[in-house]
């Protein structure tokens, strides 16, 4: 029997609602309760002498525990993904403001990623079941000797996922799959589609970003930000890169210029502030007339080229483009798009983001495109 068809036979799926990271979260809680001493599976140095109480979702955080020192032990739970390290830093620097607390910080994930953000320690979910499946065989207390088995199937559930993952070529082959490929690889029933996907998306996005150093630095000294965010929207992994002025924090929230993958779209977009689509599109095809970013002429029967290759977008009456609205900020976000094949190497599509982020870094130097990004 593969891991597949043994995960589907445990009771553990059904309970944890297809592996949220809220139940996983929601058991160490538990865990901590019932005896303290789960505590050191995650920090090793903590004195169990002095806990006082463990938290689930307190202040943002998925896992809070406090001991009577006050000092904080912070748990990042990513199931089905890792934060980038800037996100880790600015998390870090919110709890750590203001005080002199000595706070620990730790983020667990599925995969074995080992990030370098300042004050993190990471731990695989294949370290914390390896660490559980001890304190649980040794645990005196009455509450886990009572439930010791369904524990150790909790353990060889969690197992079974981290074999499957790491032994999946869907996510080992630096190969990008859309479309009828991801069909062709995965099964739609699969429980853990989801994860599968997530999972891809970051590995592109970890094989990009690696490579981009050098025109990061590019744009930081001509007084501009390139970043990168990874999201999961309507059943597909979106990887954006996108450049605000540096003095910006925030995707969404201001002007941006953006390269973005959706499933089997590549994306030519732009961000400003506004709240109908139509006037952006107008306002943004202005900024943008004569640097060839975007297609003013597209129409999907004559014209459906965007950047030399064919696209199968349908615009709204009127429009030349595809565009939404953020749901948090007052901002509106227009785009046009090819078509990925549904097979594309990753050194393929590094090769297109780095053109693309050239030709961008050249349009910086336009008084229409400063402007357009001051706001």
Known sequence: MNNSEQIKLMIMPALSNNSHELFHSNLWAWLINADNNFVRSFFDNFDVSKFNKVYREK??????????????????????????????????SKFDKGTDRKNKYLLTSLTDNKIRAKGWKTLSYKEVIERLKKQIKNSKNRIIIKYKSLLEEYCEYVESIINT??????????????????????NIDDPMKAIYLKLKGEDLRRYIDKKLNAIVQRFY???YALKSDLAYNHGKATLTYYIQQDKLDQPNKHASIEIQIEGSQYRYMARTRGSNEKKVEKYVFECFRGTNYFNEEYDKKTNNIVHNRKSSMTCKKGRKSCGYKSKTHNTVAIYQYYNLKHETKYSEIFGNIKTDLQMIYKMLSRSKIKKFLSK
Do not use: M, R, W
């Open 221 to 223: 000294k001509k007084g």
């Open 165 to 186: 993952v790491y032994n999946k070529d869907f996510i080992k082959n630096e190969t990008y799959f859309c479309g009828k490929a991801i069909s062709s690889k995965i």
């Open 59 to 92: 202040n943002n955080t998925d896992l809070l525990i406090l001991d009577t020192d006050g000092n904080h032990y912070i748990i990042e739970n990513k199931f089905k993904a890792v934060p980038n390290e800037k996100q880790l830093i600015k998390y870090k």
